[in-house]
């Protein structure tokens, strides 16, 4: 007697009989996990996709299109989807239908067929051709909001949101793309905003996470201050590939309140790498005399100097 564990396009699924079908099929793989866009969930290095499940968040009428948002290092979508466009790997889709049913309608064994910039022709080529518009509407953050209209001018996402880069995806059961040259990639300028964006959001939390204050002057961070009074800043702050600072890890960055980030950038505070010794920097005659606020921190010891280590301390040193 056959066992069934095979996904029909067009099955209506629980995640439960999605997840007991594939052990089934692949007894020594790892369980499904849907808690994200891509199963396994997380990953550091590896490029694997099981399965994509395309919460509501992802769905949109045009099923052949992953509008990707927030993508950051843990999740690595980026890196897993540019693996599968070049291997030609398949994997299998699902997407949710229907928020009250709990079920997923399955797509099939899909590949990536391109990976493109919103902001690129191709974007506007590959949704004009299925008579939907894809408008920029504004700006938070350094990042546009975009907003994905119908035909009749109805907006597609319950809101606008910014995006990352968009995935066409190509399978038995999916409508053919029209507009964008199988095998396209993100150019080095959309893939660097991406990647610095994505190390940038991993490097601040990790760094936030370790001082929790002022490493100067142990001024603690604020839940929601009025402004950004404490920042994160880098150490050594070298561009490797474009658009994208050279060293993103932990050990080279410093949370500093945001004046004196500001001088520190500008080579106007140092920090002594071997004794944590603050020391302003004068250009001129004029700025021989420091405000009373900085007379206090000049020539004293950094407040959080025990939690700074030896590998921050070793770029301090190369930093000079």
């Known amino acids: 007697m056959r066992v069934h564990c095979d996904f029909l396009p067009g099955e209506r699924l629980t995640f439960e009989e999605i997840a007991r079908r594939y052990a089934l099929r692949y007894p020594q793989e790892k369980a499904l996990t849907a808690s994200g866009l891509l199963s396994p969930s997380t990953v550091s290095h590896q490029p694997l996709i099981r399965a994509v499940f395309a919460h509501r968040e992802f769905l949109c009428p045009l099923e052949e299109l992953l509008f990707i948002s927030r993508d950051n290092a843990r999740k690595n979508y980026l890196m897993r989807f540019e693996h599968y466009l070049q291997t030609g790997g398949t994997f299998f889709y699902f997407r949710r239908h ?31 051709s299925r008579g939907y518009q ?127 980030r500001q001088l520190f950038e500008l080579r106007l505070l140092g920090i002594d790498a071997d004794s944590g010794t603050v020391r302003f920097r004068r250009l001129n005659a004029a700025e021989a005399q420091l405000g009373e606020a900085y007379r206090e921190i000049d020539g004293r010891v950094c407040r959080l100097w025990t939690q700074v280590p030896a590998a921050s301390r070793a770029r301090l040193k190369r930093r000079g």
Not at 101 to 112: L, T
Not at 239 to 246: D, K, S, T
């Open 134 to 260: 894809l408008v920029a509407l504004s700006e938070r953050d350094g990042q546009r909001l975009w907003q994905l209209y119908d035909a009749a001018q109805q907006p597609c996402f319950n809101r606008p949101r910014p995006l990352d880069f968009i995935v066409i995806l190509t399978g038995a059961e999916l409508p053919p793309a029209r507009g964008v040259l199988p095998g396209a990639a993100l150019d080095a300028q959309a893939r660097g905003r991406i990647w610095q964006r994505m190390h940038e959001a991993h490097f601040q939390q990790r760094v936030i996470g370790r001082y929790g204050a002022c490493v100067v002057t142990g001024t603690p961070r604020l839940a929601d201050p009025p402004w950004p009074w404490l920042e994160v800043c880098y150490i050594d702050g070298r561009p490797g590939e474009p658009g994208r600072v050279a060293d993103t890890d932990a050990d080279n960055g410093l949370l500093l309140r945001s004046d004196l």
């Open 98 to 128: 229907g928020a009250a049913s709990g079920q997923w309608k399955v797509m099939g064994e899909c590949r990536v067929l391109a990976l493109i910039d919103p902001s690129d022709s191709a974007a506007q080529r590959c949704v004009t």
